[in-house]
């Protein structure tokens, strides 16, 4: 089995590919100075093996790494990736008072 991630920044998604076939997606939308990730996605053969947590913590390596934005997680899974993570909170867009 080969695992394979990439950005793929005009579908605006991150995917993970097993052997060639999209087997995990995560969906966002960039706005101004911050990163929407609306949806996680993982095909329901390959649930229950991890592949999701790997590739919101590629996604979130990869916006910390290339850009200065800040994450809005909308999407449940990776609020509570965040919430299993409370080191990456610096990543997270404060919320408005």
Not at 42 to 47: C, E, G
Not at 66 to 88: G, N, Q
């Amino acid at each position: 089995m080969t695992d394979q991630f990439s950005n793929e920044p005009d579908a605006q998604r991150y995917v993970l590919l097993r052997d060639g076939v999209i087997a995990s997606s995560l969906d966002y939308s960039v706005r101004g100075d911050s990163i929407s990730m609306t949806r996680a996605y993982t095909n329901p053969r390959l649930r229950g093996h991890g592949l999701a947590g790997r590739l919101v913590e590629y996604a979130v390596d990869d916006v910390e790494r290339s850009t200065r934005l800040r994450i809005i997680p909308m999407c449940w899974y990776v609020a509570e990736w965040f919430d299993a993570h409370p080191d990456r909170a610096d990543l997270l867009k404060p919320r408005s008072a």
